[in-house]
């Protein structure tokens, strides 16, 4: 291992230009016009997978985006490593918060800028360029190998999951490896064993049947804006519980054990506070800060608009406003679930003067492994013989719904093996990856083949 070891060191500049000219392309999976460089990061990554020595390399079209797939499979009587990652973006708005161009990254600080710098391409980018190091020092890796990049994980992945059924015997593995999530603080090996799930809605209040002037009629007619406003506020009470009939009936509530391990991570709820510039924070009552950020649900308005929101002032009584809310869930809530019950209240809440409209956009499943699973095991050992640290084991705030599909439909455990961390700025401006950070997921990566081999 020494050898590959050396030559990721050695390496290092070059995988980084590397990784500069995949993060050049704007592949936006929400946005229509930017197909053509969706397509054109499918064949980039495809390429990347072909020159490392990968076979059966292959751009699978879908419904949607293109699927890379490409494996190896020369280590006889050895297991399986499926590698998943995706290749598509978040939307880059708004640009002008950017300190350099999204889609020219640049290195300030040990820190690569760019769109997708951590989220994903720089994180499952250092686990193509570990294999390569395998390849080119030892002449093959030591266990059988499959990637799969998708370009729908912004969007919901859902031509994935149709993929996983239909190719269950293709995609046949002993464990999944994604680095998708984050560590818990820098220079600390991370292993995530949970994942919160996800229900996005959309909530249209519609009051008269066109916008008035609001001197005219102001007085005599609910205003939307005024109504949705109370709607949303209601639906969090004083205590930060959720107030959704049933929204907690499926929640698996955090066992002593847990509640325990918790508190074995290094936190400090001053030095989170002050980074994020507010004099305190809140959440839900009776949790901590860190079993409210991965092992609670949560209700968060994340958009509203209607009415005039332009410079200046325009007395207008709006005849429409609308809200995006989404929930983050935990085990065992399910989104479709979660969904009805919204819907139910918010249409009880709402007096007769308006209209309402409850739509779903999306969600995801929340996800959840004993972190005692040897695949687990195996890969806290490699993050140690990465960095002379100890790994902690963490649940994941964010989501990355195929996870769960990975785990029923190939009946495969998964490592979420985090490379980026939470001040990364992903969906945000400035997103960034930690250059230390892409070379220790290198050297993860390589380790952790090395453990499963011996495994
Ligand atoms: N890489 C993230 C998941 C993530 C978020 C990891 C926060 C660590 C911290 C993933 O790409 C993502 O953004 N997922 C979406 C899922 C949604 C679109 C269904 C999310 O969590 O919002
Ligand atoms: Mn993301």
Partial sequence: MEKVINYIEKNQDRFIEELK???????????????????????????????????????????????????WMGAKGKPTVLIYGHY??????????????????????????????????????????????????????????????EGEEEIGSENLEIFLNEKKDLLKCDAVMVSDTSMHAPKTPTISYGLRGLCYMEVQITGPNRDLHSGSFGGSVANPINELSKLITKLVDENGKVTIPNFYKDVIELSDAEREQYKTIKFSEKAYAKDLGVKELQGEGGYSTLERLSGRPTLDCNGIYGGFTGEGAKTVLPSTATAKISMRLVPNQIPKKIAKE??????????????????????????????????????????????????????????????????????????LMGLGLDSDDIHSPNEHFWLENFEYGLKASVYFMEEMSNR
Avoid: C
Avoid at 116 to 137: I, P, R, T, W, Y
């Fill in 342 to 415: 919204f819907e139910k209240h918010v249409k009880s809440l709402v007096p007769k003067s308006v209209k309402v409209e409850v739509r779903a956009l999306h969600g995801g499943l929340p996800f959840l492994v004993p972190f005692d699973d040897e695949v687990m095991q195996a890969a806290a050992e490699a993050t140690t013989k990465a960095t002379g640290k100890k790994a902690i084991f963490t649940r994941e705030g964010g989501s990355i719904p195929i996870v769960v599909e990975f785990n029923k439909i190939l009946k495969a455990p998964v490592v």
């Fill in 88 to 149: 598509d973006v978040q939307p880059v708005d708004p640009l002008e918060l950017w300190k350099s161009d999204p889609f020219e990254p640049e290195i300030r600080d040990g820190k690569i800028y760019a769109r997708g710098a951590n989220d994903n391409k720089g994180q499952h980018f250092a686990h193509v360029k570990a294999v390569e190091s395998l390849f080119k020092v030892n002449g093959k890796p030591p266990v059988n190998i499959k990637f799969v990049i």
């Fill in 21 to 71: 000219d995949y993060l050049r392309i704007p592949s936006i999976s929400t946005l229509k016009e930017n197909q053509p460089q969706i397509k054109e990061s499918a064949e980039f990554i495809a390429n990347q997978l072909k020159t490392i020595g990968m076979k059966k390399v292959k751009a699978y079209k879908t419904a949607g985006n293109p699927i890379v797939y490409g494996e």
